[in-house]
């Protein structure tokens, strides 16, 4: 019976422990429940109040916009308000604007009908005053409306002239300030030294007795060199020296330094005469291939044909009023570039056209024609482009300008020539400048008197003032620099001022 009893008595046990866990876990549980809905009843009093809080809020918040609304509407309905008091004030303005409008309109029709009753008026009388002139002058309508358009015509021309000579005026003065800044800036720019040559050249001797030897038995020797270089060498009385003449003047280079080196080695005999020319004509034919050269490289000129470097390369010994050829081509390219750049024209037209405008004075002597339309054909068949030709030939005037270019390199051709010291002149070719100029002068009609001055730099025409108008005299000064420029050749610039005077004489008896 133990066991059986153990085991009830373990089952009771087992049964109370449970019963006694049951008891206490029913009470936390209850514990539990009724302190979360403390909890609960905590959290809906705060949510109550928070949400009661809230209301009052949006209230407050509501009440705020509502009464900012209120405001904004009462402002926009003042501004409405003002807004179409200002309209019924612009109304009131443009109804009495438009009455006076209206009364004015009455007012000026009324002023046309009598305008108009005048007008015819007028225009009866003035019928009736030209009948009476026409009976009293013996004039017809015709032959007075002729007479007053003469009238008009010679004032007209006096009011022309007037304004001509203030825009010539004025227009002058700005070109000229504009040039003469360009012009000084290009020369400034620019300096190259000029050499001046003539158709001779002098050889100076040891001594005279080296003139015999030149000469030869029998004039040999002299004959001899002449035909070798096409030189004509000239022995006179000048002590210690012997001249070479000629107008090529590679030619004559060459006699130059043939002669200087037979002078030099004392052996002169005809077989010698001609071996040292033609090794002097070697070294001239290097030094024109290098000075050609030497131009294109200065002048900043590249790509040219071989033959127009040739020609350059000739030009330096070819000298003209004394200015040597060379150095006028280079400093006259460097010249157009500075003008180009301040006016906006094609550089390199202007540097190329600038540099070869002269090129035909190489061959001008071998050649007939004017250099420029020379230079522009030798030019052409080597491959120019046409701008560049047209720069050539037309710095002359031989042929039209077509560009702005073209005027440039005919610039800088003058500023290079006219520059003090560039060049020079006989006294036969300057006395017969000056001529040639006052008879272009006296050629016009009206003309009393011309006098050249200035050492040929302005001409002034005296004119007789019962021939020639105030307006005519402005047209003759252009007639005649026009004509100065077509027929006479002249470095630089020649200035034509035609002056009219009228005296009044009576005497008091």
């Not at 080695?265 to 071996?275: F, S, T």
């Not at 050749?489 to 005296?503: D, F, L, S």
């Amino acid at each position: 019976m133990e066991p059986v009893v153990l085991i009830i008595v373990a089952l009771l046990s087992i049964a109370v422990g449970f019963a006694v866990g049951y008891f206490y876990y029913q009470n936390i549980a209850t514990k539990k429940v009724k302190s979360a809905e403390e909890q609960a009843r905590d959290i809906l009093a705060q949510a109550e109040a928070r949400g009661r809080e809230i209301e009052v809020q949006a209230k407050e918040a509501a009440l705020q916009l509502r009464n900012e609304v209120e405001k904004e509407l009462n402002r926009k309905r003042q501004e409405l308000e003002r807004q179409e008091e200002r309209l019924h004030k612009r109304q009131d303005n443009l109804e009495q604007r438009l009455e006076n409008l209206e009364r004015k309109e009455r007012a000026l029709n009324k002023r046309q009908s009598q305008l108009d009753r005048r007008a015819n008026e007028l225009n009866n009388l003035n019928e009736k005053m030209l009948a009476e002139l026409e009976r009293v002058s013996t004039l017809t309508r015709e032959e007075a409306k002729e007479e007053l358009l003469r009238m008009v015509e010679a004032e007209a021309r006096q009011d022309m002239a007037r304004v001509i000579r203030q825009v010539e005026a004025d227009t002058k003065a700005i070109a000229d300030r504009k040039a003469r800044e360009i012009v000084t800036m290009a020369i400034q720019r620019v300096a190259t030294d000029q050499v001046s040559e003539t158709v001779v050249s002098a050889v100076p001797l040891p001594s005279d007795d080296m003139k015999g030897r030149i000469i030869g038995r029998q004039g040999r020797n002299i004959r001899a060199f002449e035909n070798a270089t096409g030189v004509d060498v000239i022995v006179d009385d000048t002590p210690e020296a012997i001249i070479l003449s000629g107008f090529d003047p590679v030619r004559r280079e060459v006699a130059r330094l043939a002669m200087t080196r037979l002078i030099s080695d004392g052996r002169i005999h005809p077989a010698r005469i001609e071996k040292l020319v033609a090794k002097a004509q070697e070294e001239v034919n290097q030094v024109i291939q290098e000075e050609g050269e030497r131009a294109a490289y200065e002048a900043g000129v590249h790509r040219l044909h071989p033959d127009l470097i040739k020609l350059l390369g000739r030009l330096k010994f070819r000298t003209s009023y004394g200015q040597n050829q060379h150095a006028h081509a280079i400093e006259a390219a460097r010249l157009a570039v500075i003008i180009a750049n301040e006016v906006g024209a094609d550089v390199e037209i202007c540097r190329e056209g600038a540099l070869l405008h002269d090129i035909g004075k190489a061959v001008d002597h071998e050649v007939e024609g004017p250099h420029a339309i020379i230079g522009a054909e030798i030019a052409k068949r080597c491959g120019v482009r046409p701008e560049v030709v047209n720069c050539i030939a037309s710095h002359h005037h031989e042929v039209e300008q077509e560009s702005l270019e073209a005027v440039i390199v005919e610039i800088a051709d003058a500023i290079s020539g006219a520059r003090p010291g560039a060049r020079r002149e006989s006294l036969e070719n300057y006395i017969k400048r000056i001529k040639a100029l006052e008879d272009v002068a006296r050629s016009f009609k009206g003309v009393e008197e011309a006098y050249a001055i200035q050492a040929g730099r302005e001409i002034r025409i005296m004119v007789r003032p019962e021939e020639v108008d105030d307006y005519t005299a402005i047209k003759m000064s252009k007639d005649i620099a026009r004509k100065v420029e077509e027929s006479l050749e002249y470095p630089g610039q020649i200035k034509v001022t035609v002056i009219r005077e009228t005296r009044a004489v009576d005497y008091a008896k």
